[in-house]
């Protein structure tokens, strides 16, 4: 099955950069800030999938990473660089549809720093459990970028992006820095997109590392800000609000930072319908026994619409991008089959 979207061909490197891109040492420093704060998760074999595709198909998994996301590496990673450079947080504030907030929360009671979450009305209840798990005050509305903007401004806390911070988009990168450490060799990446901060620094990892890597960013047609941005020659907000189940991807705009490292790190944007995330998601945990939100599923729902090019016997490798999932929205997916 097809999604009527078209993928988008990136002309990497060929573009005007008025936004700094990250370097190797960059990704090295994250990882440095990040040893013994969060987990070197696994690659693991996937003996379903790779028969099924006729190569081997490996699965980074962020599901087990703490907060149950990738998220929590940039949150770490962002704090502690601010606090390197003196500019430790008295108060941290963010706005986010779960994953990042749970992130921030987390690190920043680790860290001291008292946290604020704005959220968009209906987030996943989980998600938003999380966020108070972890002690971090949670505040939902309509307008919630712009009520964590004037909250910042108002009390002199910092705003943490949820992707369009270097810092972030830095210790995101540790990601593909892991991948390549355990894999010197992989054909093809594909990673879910949001606002772009994972697909950012895994490209600009392979970018360093292994530049012959056809990296792959896979988005939601229902939530395609990055291709958006390309196509229309810059970051804007997206026409319509972002609708996707998989709702870790539902960035209504692209940032600064994410939209120039795409250009230059990553060969391909590919969306995906909201039919074939769903069949993808039960597939995926059906062959891998593992607990995934929608999100982690849409690398695996590009492969099978083969609008992503992989090499007969050659190496895959599909980032599963968190696991906090809402179990009702799971069976009624499940029941759906």
């Not at 081997?56 to 660089?81: I, M």
């Not at 959220?119 to 919630?144: L, N, Q, W």
């Amino acid at each position: 099955m097809h999604t009527d979207a078209t993928p988008v061909d990136i002309d990497t490197g060929k573009r005007a950069t008025p936004s700094p891109l990250l370097t190797e040492q960059d990704l090295k420093s994250a990882a440095a800030r990040l040893t013994g704060r969060v987990l070197k998760t696994p690659l693991l074999p996937c003996e379903e999938l790779s028969l099924t595709f006729g190569c081997q198909v490996l699965l980074k998994a962020e599901n087990l990473q703490h907060t149950g996301s990738f998220k929590v590496r940039g949150a770490t990673n962002a704090l502690l660089a601010r606090g390197e450079r003196g500019e430790r947080p008295s108060h941290a504030v963010t706005f986010s549809a779960g994953n990042h907030g749970a992130a921030l929360a987390y690190a920043s009671r680790r860290l001291g720093v008292p946290a604020t979450v704005f959220v968009p009305p209906g987030a996943v209840a989980t998600k938003i459990d999380a966020i108070r798990r972890h002690g971090a005050t949670v505040i939902e509305g309509e307008d919630f970028v712009a009520a964590a903007q004037r909250f910042a401004e108002h009390n002199g806390a910092l705003l943490l992006h949820p992707f369009d911070d270097l810092d972030v988009i830095g210790g995101q990168g540790t990601v593909g820095l892991e991948v390549w450490q355990a894999l010197p060799w992989v054909d093809v990446l594909l990673a879910p997109v949001g606002g772009g901060g994972l697909l950012s620094g895994i490209g600009a990892a392979f970018a360093a590392l292994s530049p012959s890597t056809r990296v792959v960013g896979v988005e939601p047609a229902a939530a395609r800000a990055l291709a958006h941005a390309v196509e229309s020659g810059g970051p804007v907000s997206l026409p319509t609000a972002p609708t996707s189940m998989a709702d870790g991807l539902n960035a209504p705009f692209a940032g600064t930072h994410t939209y120039h490292h795409v250009l230059h790190h990553t060969h391909q944007l590919v969306q995906v319908s909201e039919e074939e995330i769903r069949l993808a998601w039960i597939d995926l945990m059906r062959a891998t026994r593992l607990i995934l939100e929608p999100s982690a599923a849409v690398g695996l729902a590009a492969l099978r619409t083969g609008e992503v090019a992989v090499p007969a016997g050659g190496v895959v490798v599909l980032v599963l991008s968190g696991g906090n999932t809402d179990l009702a929205s799971l069976g009624a997916a499940s029941r759906a089959v």
